[in-house]
C-alpha cells in the first residue's frame, strides 16, 4: 500500500505534454478536427482515465469521448496523446498498453500492448514509433502499421519525453540522467550526455536548439535546472539553476513562434530563449492553486493549463493568449495532464 | 460469499460455555466485557450472533457482510479489504482483537482479509462514540473479536475442513478446556486459494470473458488465550495471536499487467490482569503487536519493506460510590515505532495517550448517565478530550431509549506525520462532534425473542487529513469538513426450542455523508457522496435448523457509490444472494458431525466494491466439522 502511495506521488508530481504531430495534411477532417484533445490521467489504480475534446472554433467541450465511442474505460492513468495520419495514440501508463482510435471520432481500431509502463510516444516518421517507460530499461520499438512491439533499445532506466529533431531522437533518460542521441532507422545509440539528477521533459526552440527541465522526485542534494542543449554535439550551452532545493520545474513547452520557453514552477513562467537568467515573476499566476499541466497549441499559440483541482475529481483547463491572458476555461476529467492539438481546417 | 473472504474460521465449541455474563449498563449484549473495554453509557453497542460465527464455514467477512450494517471495502479476491462504518474511513474504524487494536500505526488502518476468527467466539461492534473507550482514533466505531473461554470442566475439541470453487481449500483445528482455575482455548486454521474465477471484463470491447489471474493466496493463524483465577477476586489472561498471509495481488480490469504481491505477518500478545472487588473492579492489559507487511512491486521489481513495533497499555479503574454512583478513570498508551524501506528507514516513533475520567449515576432504576471528559497527547503535544455525555432512559423492561453527545480525535498515523517525501509533522488531530439517539426493543418469553433497535447518528468531522499535490510532491494537511448522519435498523426474531432455531436478521443503513464545507467558490465536491460510501445498505439473514438439518438464505443491497470527489464517476448498486443447507449428526451427545454447503451469488451478479476489481460470480463451499464435546 504504501508503494502504491509512492507511485501515485510519483506519478501525481510528474507533469505531461507531448507536442502531438500530424505527418500528413487531411483534406477531410471529422468531428474532432480543429481542437485538443485533453488527456486526463484519473486516480492511479481508480481506473477513471478519460479524453475531453474542446473544439477552438466554438468552445464545444465533449467528455469521455472515448468512452463514448467504445463502450469501455480508456484504462488507469491517460499519460499522453499523439496523432499519427489518422490515427490517434493514447498511451494508457499504469495499463501497460497504447490504444489506437481513429482520431476523428474516436473509434478504437487496435490496442499496442507488452509494455510495462509507457510515458510517451513519438512517431518515427517510418512507420515506426519510439514508447518510453517508467519502469522499463529499455526504450520499445512499435510497429504503427501493425500495432506491435516489434524491438527494444537498451536505455538503462526510465525514460520520459522524447523529440524528433534534424532527424534524431532525443530521449529523455531520467533514471539515468541522461540525454540520449538515437538514430531512428538504425536503433542505435548516436551520442548521450549526462547532465545529473532527473530530466524529464523537452522541448525546441526557433533555433533547433534543445531545452530541458531536470529535477527529482523530490529536493534533495541538488537544485532543478533548465538547460539548453546544442542537439548537434549534445554540448550544454546554458544552465539555469533554480534557487532552491524546493523549486520544482516541469513541463516544457515551447511558444508558437519558438522564442519563449514555458514551464511550470508552481505557477507558470515564461523565458525568452535569449535569457541568461531564470524568470523572477510567474506569466501567468493561480495562486493559490497549482497548475499541473501546460502547452502550447501550434495553431493559435495558445497556452493551455491544466488544474487537477484535488486530483481526485474532475480538473480544470484555463485557455490563455499567448501574452498570457484568460481567454476562457472548460470542464475536463480527473487530473487533466496532457493536451494533444488537432489540425485546423 | 466473495472468495477474499476465505479467511478460515476455527471456532472452538465453546458457544455454549460463556463466561460469567455480567452486563454493563450501556451494553445489550450478553458476552462480557472487561472494565477497560465498556463502553459508555448511553452509546450503542450490538453484537454479531454467536450463532453466526459458529456455522461450519463462515469467515469473518462473511460475517460483517451478512449480519452487521458495517461496509466492507474489497479489493477483489485475496486483495486488501477494510472495513468502514457510518460514511467515515477505515482510519476512523477500528479492529480490535481481544480489546487490543490491530491498526496498523503506519497507515492508521487494518486489512480485514489478514484477520481469521481463530477462535473468536463473539464479534462486538462498537457504533461510534461506544469505541471511544479504547483510546484516539475509532472516531466511527470499531469491532471488537472477543474470546470467552469455558466454565465448565469439559473438554472441547473441534476440526474442519473445507473446499469450495477457484481452488479453494482450508482447514483448521480448535479446542477448549477448563480444569481448575485455569481455563485456556487455542484454535490454528490455514487458507489456500487460487481465485481463478472467471468475470465479464468490462474494460475490454465487447466485455468478454476474463480469467482472473495472479490472485493466490496462502494463509495462516493460529491464537491461544489461557486464564487464570488467582481467587474468587483476581484473574489473569494471556492472549496471542499469529497471522501470515502469503498472497499475489490481483490485477485489476484497466490494469491488467499487474504482478505484485504481498506479505503480511502479524503477531499479538496481549497479557490482562483483572481484578473485581465488591466496591472497586481494576483491568490492567498490556500489549506487544508486531507488524511486517512486504510489497512486491513487479513494475519496479522491488520489495518494499514495512514493520512496526507497538507497545499498549490500557488500565482502567471502577469505584462504586454508593447512591448510585460509579467513578471510573481509564488510561490508553500507545507507543509505536515503524520503519518502511520507501518512506522512513530509519524508523520514526509515535507516542499517544489518553487519560479519561468518567462519572455514571443511576438516580432511579429507569434512568442512567454518563459523563466523560480527559486528555490526549500526540507526542509532546496535548489536547483537551474527548468528552461525552450519554444517557439511558428504560421506558420499559425490554424497551429503552438511549442518547449521546460526545467529541473525540484522532492522530495521524505515522505515514501522515514522518513519510518522506511530504510527511507533515505539524498536522493537527482530527475532529469529530456527534450525537446519536436510539431506542432497543428486546423481548424473550421463552423461547421467542424479537429484537428491534433504529438509531439515529450525526457526526462532523473537521481537520480530516488529505494528502493534497503541493508544488513538488505531495503533503497531507488538515483541509477537509465533512457532514455524515444516517440511521441503522435491525430487526430480528430468534426462536430457539429444543429441535428447531430460527434466526431472521433484517438489516438497513441510511447514510448520507458528505463534504459540507467547500475548498474554492467552485469547489465541484461540495455537497457530494463521500467516494465509496454507500447511501443505502439493506441486508437480510434467514436460517432455519430442525432435527439436524440446517437450510438458510441471505441477502444485500449496496447502492451506488462515487468514485470521484465530484460524483462524475460512480460504481453501480449491486445485489447479492446465497443460500446453504446443512446436516448435523450427533453421535452419543459427545461426537457431532457438521455439514454444510453453500451456493453464494446466486444470481451470478457481475459486480465491484472497488473500481475495476472483479468479485466472483456464482461459486460454492463446503465445509465439514467434527465437534466433540
Redesign the interface.
Known sequence: MKKLSYIFLIIGTLTTFIACETEDDQPDLGEFANGVFVTNEGQFNVGNASVTHYRRSDGQVSSDVYTAANDVPLGDVAQSMTLVGDNGYVVVNNSGKVEVVKWRDLSHIGTISGLTSPRFLLALGNGRAYVTDFSSDYLAVVDLTTNAKIDSIMVGGWTEEMVLVNGSVYVAATGTGRILKIDPNTNTMLAEVTIGNEPTSMAVDANGKLWVVTNDTYPADEPSRILRLDPIGLTVELTLTMPTNFDYPNDLAASKDGQKILFINGQVYSLPITASALPSSPMIDLSPVFPYSIDVDPVTGNIFVGDGADFQSNGTVKVYNAQGQLQGSFAAGVIPGGFCFTPQE | MGVAAWCAVITPAQAQSRDTVRVPEALIIGVRVPLADRSAIGTSVSQIDSAILAKPGITLNDAIRTASVLNLREYGPGG?ATLTMRGAGASHTGVLWQGMSLNDP??GMADLSVLMLLGASDVLVLHGPAAQSFGPGQLAGAIDLRTALPTDSSVHVQAEFGAGSFGQWRGGAGASLRKGRWAASVSGAAVWAENDFTFSD????G?PNDTMTNSRVHQQGASGSVAYEVNHLNRLRLDGLYLRNDRQLPP??????GRDALFDEKALMVLGWERNGRRTTTDIRTSYAYSD?D?F?S????N?L?RSHTFRIRAAQQVLLGRGFAFVARLNSDLAWGR?S??YADGVFRHMNQATISVAHKPLPWLSGEIQAGVQSLNEKVYPGPFLIGSVIRLLPDWELRGNISSNMRFPSL?DLY????GNVALRPEHQLAAELGNRFDRRIEAWRVVAAFQLFVAGYSDLI?????????VPENVRSTLNKGTETELGFDVDLKKMKVILRLMHQWNRAYMDVA??PTD??LGQQL?YVPEHQAKMLLDLEAFGAALGADAQFVSGRN????G??TLPPYWLVAAHVGYRITVKKAHSINLRFSLNNIFDQQYQTM??RPMPGRNWAISLRYGFN
Not at chain 2, 252 to 257: A, E, L, R, Y
Not at chain 2, 419 to 422: A, D, L, R, S, V
Not at chain 2, 563 to 566: H, P, R, S, Y
Open positions: 486488501i503506519m497507515l468490462l474494460a475490454r470491447i466485455h485489476t480490469m484497466v490494469s491488467p499487467t507487511q510489497f512491486d513494475k519496479a521489481d522491488t518494499y514495512n518502511s520507501s518512506g505515514n513519510w518522506y517525501p511530504g488529505q494528502w493534497q499535490p503541493g508544488q513538488s510532491y505531495w475548498l474554492s465541484p465536491t467516494i468514485v470521484a470527489t465530484d462524475s464517476s473500481a475495476w
